[in-house]
């Protein structure tokens, strides 16, 4: 079934801050097998300008990725969550994510279509520090397959 | 924000250094422990091949990180990259076996956008067992 247009817009309250630790950038780097020092040194980080490590550029996903999951599972909206393929992502940065941060995610519907039964989403999430300094706007498709004919 | 690599420097068609980054059943688990996505897709064979699967497959977020090293190593600061989007378009299947799988990743300058800004958009292509993973892959990246 259509996933109902008039939640095109719809915007999410902010989520509680994520706390982003030294530690857990460390923990992004090595699974990903990136030693750059700008990951996990302190100074190497602030000879490049930076105040402290900084995180590797897909790092912020597992914090936007959750608070996409209260429009995921948002009951009204009625999303088949089990049938969910991540389509596109895209990340808009003003500055990178770094150790100390406090960030916050809004999240926005930003457009819901069917296609050939498949049900399309967009979710656009705004990252903010507790400053309200914007980060990085993460843009991501979903795509839930159209249901098998039984 | 300090790049190792100038404005000046590059043109449209400059292509920076290629890489091949290995994946195997591990890497997933150790990835999934630091991205907090424990989907079982990526890591347990029965559940993949009972929806729909060939085998065990690489978190699509996991190959857009490691496509994206081939900039920041290029950059030197990951802090360049002003814009990073891609398309998941085929999995990475990762057999169970010593070797796994190989994410071969180029990339060229495809244009300079702003000479006041110095920033040069950066087309990537990521391929495993001979085929595309990513579509639309693209970083906006900002350069000394």
């Given at each position: ?55 590797p550029p897909t ?92 | ?67 994206i ?9 990951p802090?360049?990259v002003?814009?990073y ?60």
């Open positions: 079934m259509a996933l109902d247009q008039s939640f095109v817009g719809r915007s999410y309250p902010p989520t509680a801050p994520y706390e982003v630790g030294r530690e857990k950038i460390r923990e992004f780097a090595e699974a990903i097998g990136d030693a750059n020092p700008a990951y996990t040194d302190p100074d190497a980080a602030k000879a490049l300008g930076h105040p402290d490590v900084i995180a790092f912020v996903f597992a914090i936007t990725f959750k608070a996409a999951g209260q429009v995921v599972r948002d009951p009204q909206l009625g999303l088949d969550y089990s049938r969910v393929v991540h389509g596109d992502q895209k990340f808009g940065y003003s500055r990178p994510v770094r150790a100390g941060d406090r960030l916050t995610v809004t999240s926005t519907i930003e457009s819901v279509k069917s296609l050939a039964g498949n049900d399309i989403l967009d979710i656009r999430g705004e990252v903010h520090d507790e400053t309200g300094e914007h980060v990085v706007t993460a843009y991501t498709k979903l795509v839930a397959r159209a249901a098998e004919e039984s | 924000m300090t790049a190792k690599i100038a404005y000046a420097d590059v043109e449209p068609g400059t292509e920076l250094p290629a890489q091949t980054f290995p994946v195997t059943r591990a890497t997933l688990v150790q990835y999934a422990g630091a991205s907090g996505d424990f989907n079982p897709i990526h890591w347990n064979e029965k559940f993949a091949r009972e929806v729909g699967l060939p085998d065990v497959i690489a978190h699509g977020m996991f190959t857009m990180a490691e496509a090293r081939v900039v920041t190593d290029w950059t030197g600061d802090a360049a002003v814009e989007g891609v398309r998941f378009t085929k999995p990475v299947v990762v057999p169970n076996d010593d070797a796994g799988a190989t994410i071969e990743v180029s990339a060229k300058v495809a244009a300079k956008l702003d000479d006041e800004a110095r920033t040069v958009r950066v087309d990537l292509t990521a391929m495993s067992a001979g085929q595309k993973v990513l579509g639309m892959s693209r970083a906006v990246v900002r350069l000394a």
